[in-house]
């Protein structure tokens, strides 16, 4: 099982729509493709924005975006 969860993810993701406004991320198809992005990102030798001891990359795209580190824009 991951740790934190989708939800848990989709949650913090969505934390900065305002009251209204449509939720940022509606699938777990976008937390997908925003941390696979941000792995191959690392993988290419950009620094990660938290602290990585020997975890792998997608591990810590997880951990980055669930502390709120990178965020997910829409597509508008």
Request: overall charge negative.
């Given at each position: 099982?991951?740790?934190?969860?989708?939800?848990?993810?989709?949650k913090v993701v969505?934390?900065?729509?305002?009251?209204?406004?449509?939720?940022?991320?509606?699938?777990?198809?976008?937390?997908?493709?925003?941390?696979?992005?941000?792995?191959r990102q690392i993988?290419?030798?950009?620094?990660?924005?938290?602290?990585?001891?020997?975890?792998?990359?997608l591990s810590i795209?997880?951990?980055?975006?669930?502390?709120?580190?990178?965020?997910?824009?829409?597509?508008?």
């Amino acid at each position: 099982m991951l740790h934190p969860s989708y939800s848990d993810l989709m949650k913090v993701v969505n934390s900065d729509a305002l009251p209204g406004e449509a939720p940022v991320v509606n699938s777990r198809y976008s937390i997908v493709m925003a941390t696979s992005r941000r792995a191959r990102q690392i993988i290419s030798g950009e620094e990660p924005m938290v602290n990585a001891k020997d975890e792998k990359p997608l591990s810590i795209a997880v951990e980055e975006l669930n502390q709120g580190k990178i965020k997910i824009l829409s597509e508008e």
